[in-house]
């Protein structure tokens, strides 16, 4: 099983739809957790934290369920801009703070 | 005014060549580390360095030396390379090592190496 798995897509959506992206982790000792984006030919860059029971910041809300090990990220009403790869990301309990990067999920918003 | 800064952005090289690839952060950060994306998308560490000792070393050839001059550089040096190491790296800084203060531990990536071995 991969330490951190994720569906690769694509999803494919129009403009202003609700998607949602899960993703499931394999570590029970995780302490942190991350949703980074990443556009084609760039870097990742990170979109949000995910500390506790989940946070949200505009139109972009992610959930954690540690009983389950399960992340989720929700985005409403999607724009063209939001199109990219999704990386579910998760901080091994271990020194170094090692990241682990699940595969990514495509999104691809459509006019 | 580049956060995480690499050199070369694209390089493509012979077989058996050696090659460095150079990393500057200017965040003040404590940490840095050097990742590989290969054609599959995955991204893998490769190693991390903090206050000039390296933390992690994953399972990459020896052929793969990390050097460090000071905290805001980290530099890959690849010796005798393979078709095997074509894939892009990227260079990556954090201000903590371990989870910590929130937000410490986030991590800034550089654009990318893009390495083309022939």
């Known amino acids: 099983r991969k330490e951190v798995e994720q569906d690769p897509g694509p999803f494919n959506v129009p403009e202003g739809a609700t998607v949602a992206f899960n993703c499931t982790y394999s570590n029970s000792a995780s302490q942190s957790f991350f949703w980074y984006r990443q556009d084609c030919r760039k870097e990742p860059k990170l979109l949000m934290s995910?500390?506790?029971s989940g946070n949200e910041d505009g139109r972009f809300t992610a959930q954690l369920n540690r009983a389950s090990q399960y992340i989720s990220l929700l985005i409403r009403d999607s724009k063209l801009s939001d199109s990219a790869t999704y990386l579910c990301?998760?901080?091994?309990?271990?020194?170094?703070?090692?990241?682990?990067f699940g595969g990514g999920t495509r999104l691809m918003v459509k006019p | 005014d580049t956060a995480v800064s690499q050199t070369p952005k694209y390089l493509v090289t012979q077989m058996g060549n050696d090659k460095s690839i150079k990393c500057e952060q200017n965040?003040?950060?404590?940490?840095m580390y050097w990742y590989k994306q290969d054609s599959k998308k995955f991204l893998k560490i490769m190693f991390s360095y903090n206050n000039k000792e390296l933390i992690i070393n994953e399972t990459v050839p020896n052929r793969f030396s990390p050097k460090s001059p000071d905290k805001a550089h980290l530099n890959l040096h690849i010796n005798s390379l393979e078709l095997g190491d074509s894939a892009v790296y990227f260079c990556?800084?954090?201000?903590?090592?371990?989870?910590?203060?929130?937000?410490?531990?986030?991590?800034?990536f550089g654009p990318g190496t893009r390495l083309l071995v022939l």
């Open positions: 990556a800084s954090s201000q903590d090592l371990i989870a910590g203060e929130i937000g410490g531990e986030t991590q800034y």
């Open positions: 965040l003040g950060h404590d940490t």
């Open positions: 995910v500390y506790s």
């Open positions: 990301v998760v901080n091994g309990a271990n020194a170094g703070n090692m990241l682990t």
